[in-house]
C-alpha cells in the first residue's frame, strides 16, 4: 500500500474550520501522481505519448472532521483496471495521525489523447508498469459496464 503524508494548512480549512472538501480532492490527486511518477507515469512520459487522466467520478464518504494540528496520511489502492489500460479505478483512505481512518474515496478514471480528446489504450510501457503495482484484494479487470455503473446524462435547460 502507498502512503503519502499531508500537512493541514490554513488554505486546507473551510468556513466550519475542519478540512474542506476541495483539500480531499487535492491531497487525492497529489497522492496518485506522486504514485504514478514512482512507476514512470510523469509530465515528460505522459507528453511523450501525449495523454493525460481524466477523472469519471470521486466518491467520498466522510466518517470524522479533521483539524490542523498533526499529519494526517492519505492512502491509494489500485482496485481496477481494464485490459488494454483505458480505464481504472482507485480508492483512497484517509488517516489522522492516531492511525484512525477518517474518510474514504472511491475513484475511477481514464486516459485521454490530448490531441484528438478522445479516450485512449495506454501505451505498453505504461501497462508493463501497472503490472508491478499492488493490487487490491478485490482488484478486478475492469469492463465498460463497469464505467457506466453511475453514469448520468445531461439535461440542457
Known amino acids: 500500500m502507498f502512503y503519502k503524508e499531508f500537512e493541514i494548512r490554513w488554505s486546507d480549512l473551510d468556513a466550519n474550520r475542519h478540512l474542506a472538501n476541495s483539500a480531499y480532492i487535492n491531497f487525492m490527486s497529489h497522492t496518485r501522481m506522486a504514485y504514478l511518477g514512482q512507476l514512470g507515469f510523469n509530465q515528460k512520459t505522459m507528453a511523450k505519448y501525449n495523454i ?66 478522445k479516450l485512449t489504450a495506454l501505451p505498453q510501457e505504461f501497462l508493463d508498469a ?25 439535461k440542457d435547460l
Request: hydrophobic fraction near 35%; charged fraction near 30%; glycine fraction near 8%.
Open 52 to 117: 493525460g487522466p481524466v477523472v469519471f467520478y470521486e466518491h467520498v464518504y466522510y466518517f470524522k472532521e479533521v483539524f490542523p494540528g498533526r499529519p494526517i496520511k492519505v492512502s491509494l489502492g489500485f482496485n481496477g483496471m481494464s485490459e488494454d489500460g483505458m480505464f481504472f479505478e482507485f480508492q483512497h483512505d484517509f488517516y489522522d495521525a492516531d492511525g484512525k481512518n477518517f474518510a474514504r474515496c472511491e475513484m475511477m478514471g481514464a486516459w485521454m489523447d490530448l490531441q484528438e480528446r
Open 130 to 154: 501497472f503490472d508491478n503495482m499492488e493490487k487490491a484484494d478485490d482488484f478486478k479487470t475492469l469492463t465498460k459496464a463497469d464505467t457506466r455503473k453511475y453514469a448520468r446524462t445531461p
